[in-house]
Nanobody
Framework: QVQLVESGGGLVQAGGSLRLSCAAS????????MGWFRQGTGKEREFVAA????????HYADSVKGRFNISRDTAKNTVYLQMNSLTPEDTAVYYC????????????????WGQGTQVTVSS
């Protein structure tokens, strides 16, 4: 029963930055987590980052550690993904999702997904 809408994608040069937003329509359980996944053309959807709605603890994929930052604004029911030092390897459709399980790096832990926003990094 959660509606998720991503925004902020676009075209950026290598080394540049983008900030993605994910707006949720309703209240999130304190025990839930919000995550970002991405899927490049012809590739499997992969975990990027996740954040606990309550407390704000975070977890990142090794490929984005030190470059990406996930955050949330509980008052706005919104999660963000700040992406820095982008490379063409980051080109993908980025999806926001809500997890109710503990295995946040797996798509199976998520029960609600946004439609995705395209991020393209040129070289």
């Amino acid at each position: 029963q959660v509606q998720l809408v991503e925004s902020g994608g676009g075209l950026v040069q290598a080394g540049g930055s983008l900030r993605l937003s994910c707006a949720a329509s309703g209240r999130t359980f304190s025990s839930s987590r919000m995550g970002w996944f991405r899927q490049g053309t012809g590739k499997e959807r992969e975990f990027v980052a996740a954040i606990n709605w309550s407390g704000g603890s975070t977890h990142y994929a090794d490929s984005v550690k030190g470059r990406f930052n996930i955050s949330r604004d509980t008052a706005k029911n919104t999660v963000y993904l700040q992406m820095n030092s982008l490379t063409p390897e980051d080109t993908a459709v980025y999806y926001c999702a809500r997890a109710v399980g503990a295995f946040i790096t797996s798509t199976r832990a998520y029960d609600s997904w946004g439609q995705g926003t395209q991020v393209t990094v040129s070289s």
